[in-house]
């Protein structure tokens, strides 16, 4: 029987995965890949990348967008823009636990994760229970 931890945390990423990949407009109709993405319901693994000069870069100046390649199983994306975000409260230096904006065209033009511009990765800093998305 799973433990009510594991399954907040499994409920925890399903909330986030549909929250942090939402797309930013409400007027935008979604694509057809955004609609089978996240139809299919699967959380994505993602492994981000940043060269040192660009990390460097990326810690001097955390809302400056940088490059990253993203890998996500086999495919790879290069040159994605990344930068920290967050608010009073919830923004976090990179070497604590960021908040992450990746922009998929930011520097390779019409570039797209499942047919998402931008992405959104949350730190939950404000939740600790992972459990509420405001």
Same mark, same amino acid.
């Given at each position: 029987?799973?433990?009510?931890?594991?399954?907040?945390?499994?409920?925890?990423?399903?909330?986030?995965?549909? $929250?942090?990949?939402?797309?930013?407009?409400?007027?935008?109709?979604?694509?057809?890949?955004?609609?089978?993405?996240?139809?299919? @319901?699967? $959380?994505?693994?993602?492994?981000?990348? $940043?060269?040192?000069?660009?990390?460097?870069?990326?810690?001097?100046?955390?809302?400056?967008?940088?490059?990253?390649?993203? /890998?996500?199983?086999?495919?790879? &994306?290069?040159?994605?823009? $990344? /930068?920290?975000?967050?608010?009073? @409260?919830?923004?976090?230096?990179?070497?604590?636990?960021?908040?992450?904006?990746?922009?998929?065209?930011?520097?390779?033009?019409?570039?797209?994760? /499942?047919?998402?511009?931008?992405?959104?990765?949350?730190?939950?800093?404000?939740?600790?229970? &992972?459990?509420?998305?405001?």
């Amino acid at each position: 029987m799973l433990s009510s931890r594991t399954l907040a945390r499994g409920v925890t990423w399903l909330f986030a995965t549909a $929250i942090f990949c939402a797309p930013l407009s409400a007027k935008a109709k979604k694509p057809d890949e955004t609609a089978a993405f996240f139809d299919a @319901g699967v $959380i994505p693994k993602l492994h981000i990348e $940043i060269s040192p000069p660009e990390l460097e870069k990326l810690k001097k100046d955390p809302r400056t967008y940088v490059r990253c390649t993203v /890998h996500e199983g086999d495919t790879v &994306y290069s040159d994605v823009g $990344i /930068h920290l975000k967050g608010g009073a @409260g919830s923004f976090q230096p990179f070497e604590a636990k960021p908040a992450l904006t990746l922009n998929m065209d930011k520097f390779v033009k019409k570039q797209k994760f /499942h047919g998402l511009d931008k992405l959104h990765l949350n730190n939950s800093v404000q939740d600790p229970t &992972y459990m509420s998305e405001s």
